[in-house]
């Protein structure tokens, strides 16, 4: 099954590459590698402003994960002009807007994991960093950039 195939056995249209709320770009390539910048949580097309441990779950964390996940294979499908063109996804690294005792950014970080391994394969498991921060711009809930391998 082809990735596009996958995307729609999973019910997933892939979004417009949003626009730069500051001063950078939203995809960088340097040889074989892509730097997506960093996606935050958006629903409805708003920030998804929360707080892991104040006033969301773990379960809607991963959540917004996903969403984050989607976003950014909509700029990776930009980037590419062909997802078959990923080799491999190398690295994310996941930001989560959390209370100083809530300890499971992990496992909201796993809703975009999981995501790309659905939609990739053995090439989309990677490696990763998970952080609990204190704030993320405009509020949002969490935060991930990634890097990808074209062949």
């Not at 892509?34 to 996606?39: I, P, T, Y």
């Not at 300890?103 to 391994?117: C, D, F, K, R």
Request: include cysteine.
């Amino acid at each position: 099954m082809s990735i596009y195939d996958k995307l729609s056995a999973l019910d997933i249209t892939l979004p417009p590459v949003a626009t730069p709320a500051a001063s950078y770009v939203p995809y960088v390539q340097s040889g074989n590698l892509l730097f997506l910048s960093g996606h935050i949580a958006r629903r409805d097309g708003k920030p998804w402003a929360a707080q892991l441990g104040r006033d969301m779950t773990t379960k809607e964390g991963q959540a917004a994960a996903r969403a984050v996940a989607i976003d950014l294979l909509g700029t990776l499908h930009a980037a590419t002009g062909d997802l078959h063109r990923v080799k491999r996804i190398v690295k994310l690294m996941s930001l989560v807007n959390s209370t100083a005792d809530y300890t499971e950014q992990h496992l909201v970080t796993n809703g975009a994991s999981e995501l790309l391994g659905e939609v990739f394969g053995d090439a989309g498991r990677h490696a990763r960093s998970a952080f609990g921060v204190a704030q993320i711009p405009l509020g949002a809930c969490v935060e991930i950039e990634l890097i990808a391998e074209l062949a």
